[in-house]
């Protein structure tokens, strides 16, 4: 687990090395911008809700992900035969599992300022991304890895994780397999099928878009091969169970 620091966080990687000169006079507003962007679309997605997420947990989160999509910008593959790019020695690496600083992270960092309660408060985030999990990149429907592509972070924001101590939250990515899609209006073949295994659907699955943290996701694959991120239940409870 790693400790979010935003302030800290935002500092360290516009100094760095995957910042271009020419980057740094906008990182930061562009950073601010994209973060308010995407608080605004996790408040429209749960308007409906009665009981709202604070503002402060959807700040925090948002600047989570913030930062492990620009992690996954700078080392992706940008074509299926290209390797991957490496992060420099000053760019801070955390995660999957986020946590919120205490209040000796604020009493100890010059500027700091005052001691804000709301920090007590905040749950711990769970990252189901391909930065870290790149095994993720297979369809739970027909079994690929070849055909599919990531669509970027799921709309409505994280879900909840119970766990023993407290409550976590997690949030997922958007898996598209587009073989599923050109297929999805024929009859799909079922498991038992003597075709080959990237030709094989699982019936019981449907759509060809899929979240990480979704439980259709993770349908198919066998308990112990499940990040414990990605479930319903915290890693404590999880180990646990």
């Known amino acids: 687990m790693s400790v979010f620091e935003q302030k800290t966080i935002l500092t360290l990687l516009k100094n760095s090395t995957a910042v271009s000169p020419l980057e740094k006079n906008t990182f930061?507003?562009?950073?601010?911008?994209?973060?308010?962007?995407?608080?605004?679309?996790?408040n429209e997605a749960h308007s409906h809700m009665n009981n709202?997420?604070?503002?402060?947990?959807?700040?925090?989160?948002?600047?989570i992900v913030e930062y492990v999509q620009f992690l996954w910008e700078k080392t992706r593959r940008r074509s299926k035969k290209g390797e991957t790019n490496k992060l420099g020695v000053n760019v801070p690496l955390l995660g999957p599992r986020f946590i919120p600083p205490s209040y000796l992270h604020i009493e100890k960092r010059s500027g700091g300022g005052a001691v804000d309660p709301t920090i007590q408060y905040l749950k711990p985030l769970n990252i189901v991304h391909p930065f870290y999990y790149p095994q993720?990149?297979?369809?739970?429907?027909?079994?690929?890895?070849?055909?599919?592509?990531?669509?970027?972070?799921?709309?409505?924001?994280?879900?909840?994780?119970?766990?023993?101590?407290?409550?976590e939250m997690a949030l997922g990515a958007q898996l598209r397999c587009n073989h599923c899609k050109e297929t999805s209006k024929s009859k799909p073949k079922t498991r038992n099928s003597t075709t080959h295994?990237?030709?094989?659907?699982?019936?019981?699955?449907?759509?060809?878009?899929?979240?990480?943290?979704?439980?259709?996701?993770?349908?198919?694959w066998e308990h112990w091969k499940i990040p414990r991120e990605s479930c319903a239940l915290a890693e404590d409870l999880c180990q646990l169970i």
């Open 28 to 42: 930061e507003k562009n950073w601010r911008v994209s973060v308010e962007k995407r608080v605004s679309t996790w």
């Open 52 to 63: 709202s997420r604070p503002q402060f947990q959807l700040q925090w989160e948002s600047e």
């Open 136 to 167: 993720l990149a297979r369809c739970p429907r027909c079994g690929s890895d070849k055909d599919t592509t990531w669509e970027g972070w799921t709309s409505k924001g994280p879900r909840e994780l119970h766990g023993i101590l407290c409550e």
């Open 197 to 220: 295994r990237s030709d094989l659907v699982d019936s019981s699955i449907e759509g060809y878009c899929f979240t990480t943290t979704s439980a259709m996701y993770w349908k198919s």
